[in-house]
């Protein structure tokens, strides 16, 4: 009976120990787990990656998260100071989400799967109406131009995923009215729509930022600036990351 009592002490400690947390931990568990990441792309005159020769290694980060559901739909609101006509708008924020999907701006054949879808919707939605917070969260990609209160700021978007089953739930992006917005193949002095909307759309495919001065290159590298173009055609680490997520 000495010995039968310590064991049966050990026995009880361990279940305090063992399942009573896993127990507490299951009752718990309640709404889905959800996170949100947002992306801020900020102006850099002075890019210190400009003009420095290759090291170019094809840099990709991932978000830890992907689409799992085919093709990835998106609303747009075209409004905007800069004067763009709502099928400007449209069909090179198209140009943009394709490049990533079938490589329609570079050639360079895509992903397997349809990832966005070809087909935009209209929408009346506004700053606001974004998931800044989760209550905002709709099940809609939106897209529209706003003024994000720091200066500097180009544009941000903001993912919402399933921390555990690693899916986006859905992405909002806003292109800040701080600049003048076009084509830069034509106008002067524009932050260039296709540019800067191919790189947050890899945010919204499940790509994180590069701030390495070799990955200047890469549609995914950090800053941007007037006039930049760089980033429509997806570089070496853009098309590895994509493919790694998609393929
Ligand atoms: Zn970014």
């Known amino acids: 009976m000495k010995r039968v009592l310590p064991a049966m002490l050990f026995v009880v400690l361990l279940f305090g120990i063992i399942v009573v947390p896993v127990l507490a931990k299951s009752d718990s568990l309640g709404p889905p787990d959800i996170a949100q990441k947002i992306f801020i792309h900020r102006a850099k005159p002075d890019n210190p990656g400009k003009g420095k020769p290759g090291g170019e290694e094809g840099f990709y980060k991932l978000l830890g998260a992907k689409w799992k559901s085919f093709p990835v739909h998106m609303e747009v609101n075209p409004a905007n100071p800069s004067g763009l006509g709502e099928t400007f708008v449209l069909t090179?924020?198209?140009?943009?989400?394709?490049?990533?999907?079938?490589?329609?701006?570079?050639?360079?054949?895509?992903?397997?799967?349809?990832?966005?879808?070809?087909?935009?919707?209209?929408?009346?939605?506004?700053?606001?109406?974004?998931?800044?917070?989760?209550?905002?969260?709709?099940?809609?990609?939106?897209?529209?131009?706003?003024?994000?209160?720091?200066?500097?700021?180009?544009?941000?978007?903001?993912?919402?995923?399933?921390?555990?089953?690693?899916?986006?739930?859905?992405?909002?992006?806003?292109?800040?009215?701080?600049?003048?917005?076009?084509?830069?193949?034509?106008?002067?002095?524009?932050?260039?729509?296709?540019?800067?909307v191919t790189h947050e759309l890899g945010h919204g495919a499940g790509l994180d930022d590069l701030y390495q001065d070799p990955a200047y290159q890469e549609t995914m590298y950090g800053y941007s600036d007037l006039g930049e173009i760089v980033k429509r055609n997806l570089y070496t680490g853009d098309k590895a990351g994509i493919t790694k997520l998609y393929d």
């Open 92 to 196: 090179t924020i198209g140009t943009a989400a394709e490049e990533w999907d079938d490589g329609a701006y570079s050639g360079w054949g895509g992903v397997p799967v349809d990832l966005f879808d070809n087909t935009i919707t209209i929408t009346i939605k506004g700053y606001d109406d974004l998931a800044w917070t989760s209550d905002k969260l709709d099940g809609k990609n939106t897209i529209v131009w706003g003024n994000y209160p720091t200066s500097g700021v180009i544009a941000v978007t903001i993912v919402w995923y399933n921390t555990k089953t690693k899916t986006i739930l859905e992405f909002d992006m806003v292109l800040d009215t701080d600049y003048a917005w076009g084509d830069s193949t034509t106008m002067a002095s524009v932050m260039d729509l296709q540019n800067i």
